[in-house]
């Protein structure tokens, strides 16, 4: 009988996109597979848990299904669940009247869950329309399953409030500025390494990433 292979952990095997150091660096970040499900609003609502509950009811469904030896598809190799992501942005009425404070309440954003490679579309349907029956909820319907190419990046690990993070982004943005680059847009990503539920504020731990360009 062939050797097991590993089962895949993303806290040791790529360190590089989710356990980066306190302190700015410039990173590519390749295509990647995700759960997505679009949003706005203020993330303290109801609709936040609610997509939450949505996206990982479906990545524990593609986890628990794909290992039965009868469900496996091509490539498969057992794995640890990916950590939630959000991109976050403003909407159009929030960029207008934006001064340096955010409104919590203009926020758009996706939020997603990463995927192993063998994960294709037609499982993620079989799984979507399973979950659905067991565990009915609408917006299980809203959810996509797309690649994602972030390309070249500055990141950082943030400690602390989600609400102390704009401290951190000054802080990328004067690093990228020194290295010649500028962001993109307003738009950003945060990778959530602890759960907010049981961890103390002080002690949450959060990936910041935007995307860059040459500075003009």
Known sequence: ???????????????EFYLPQP??????????KFLTLAGEGNPNDEPFAEAI????????????TAKKPDRRPA???DYTVYPLEGEWDLNEEGRKKYAGTINK???????????????ETSFFEEIRQMVMKRKPQPLLGEVRFEEIAEGKCVQMLHVGPY????ASFRRME?????????????????????DFRKTAPEKLKTVLRFQ????S
Do not use: C
């Open 1 to 15: 009988m062939p050797a097991a292979t590993p089962k895949h952990e993303w806290r040791k095997r790529e360190k």
């Open 23 to 32: 302190q700015p660096e410039v990173i590519a970040v390749p295509a990647f």
């Open 53 to 64: 509950t949505a996206l990982y009811s479906l990545a524990y469904g593609i986890k628990m």
């Open 75 to 77: 490539g498969y190799h």
């Open 105 to 119: 309440n203009d926020l758009v954003f996706t939020l997603m869950i990463r995927q192993p490679d063998f994960v």
């Open 163 to 166: 609400d102390d993070e704009p």
């Open 174 to 194: 004067g690093f990228a500025a020194g290295q010649g680059l500028e962001r993109a847009s307003m738009r950003h990503r945060e990778i959530y390494l602890s």
């Open 212 to 215: 860059v360009s040459p500075a």
